[in-house]
C-alpha cells in the first residue's frame, strides 16, 4: 500500500515537471500566436 501511494506521488510529480517544461518552452510561442490574434482584431 504505501509503494502504490508512493507511485502515485512520483507519477503525480513527474506530470507537474513536465507540464511546467511544457509551458516554459511554449510560453513565448503561444504568447506571439495571442499577440498576433490580437492585433488582426483590433481595428
Do not use: Q
Amino acid at each position: 500500500m504505501n509503494t502504490a501511494k508512493n507511485g502515485w506521488v512520483m507519477i503525480t510529480l513527474m506530470s507537474a515537471v513536465l507540464v511546467a517544461a511544457l509551458l516554459a518552452l511554449a510560453g513565448p510561442a503561444l504568447e506571439n500566436l495571442f499577440n498576433d490574434a490580437i492585433s488582426r482584431v483590433s481595428p
